[in-house]
């Protein structure tokens, strides 16, 4: 397999596991997934993606304590190191986008939450 192809396969599967996990915290199923994403694009991804993914994961990771989770000031910087993450994938990918920074200025996960089984 071409290798833009093999890291772009990569990227998607953390992406989805990464909002899996955004989604439904408690499914140990997803948390598993982004754990070995992680641990998966620490061998295939360029050192810019790494570093990127390192920091975000630090920023991330529940020993962080330093800002408050339920704050506006942790969403914004959880966004801003996620914005920075996808767009060093971007560019490992496609190489230098001309207008990456006019038109991803932000970037957010989405997802359906998963169905939950009604107890009466």
């Known amino acids: ?28 199923d997803a948390q598993e997934r982004l754990s070995e994403g992680f641990n998966s694009l620490i061998i295939i991804a360029s050192p810019k ?9 630090d920023f991330i990771r529940p020993s962080n304590t330093a800002i408050s989770r339920d704050s506006e000031e942790w969403s914004i910087e959880h966004d ?3 914005r920075t993450l996808v767009k060093a994938m971007r ?9 990456i920074d006019e ?10 939450a998963p169905k939950r089984s009604k107890k009466n």
């Not at 560019?91 to 207008?99: L, M, P, Q, R, V």
């Not at 038109?103 to 359906?112: C, E, F, P, R």
């Open 1 to 28: 397999m071409e290798e833009r192809k093999l890291k772009e396969e990569y990227y998607k599967s953390f992406i989805k596991a990464l909002s899996d996990v955004a989604i439904d915290n408690f499914s140990e």
């Open 49 to 57: 993606v790494v570093k990127e993914l390192m920091e975000f994961h």
């Open 80 to 82: 801003k190191r996620l």
């Open 91 to 99: 560019e490992d990918i496609f190489g230098k986008e001309k207008y």
């Open 103 to 112: 038109y991803i200025s932000q970037v957010h996960l989405v997802g359906k």
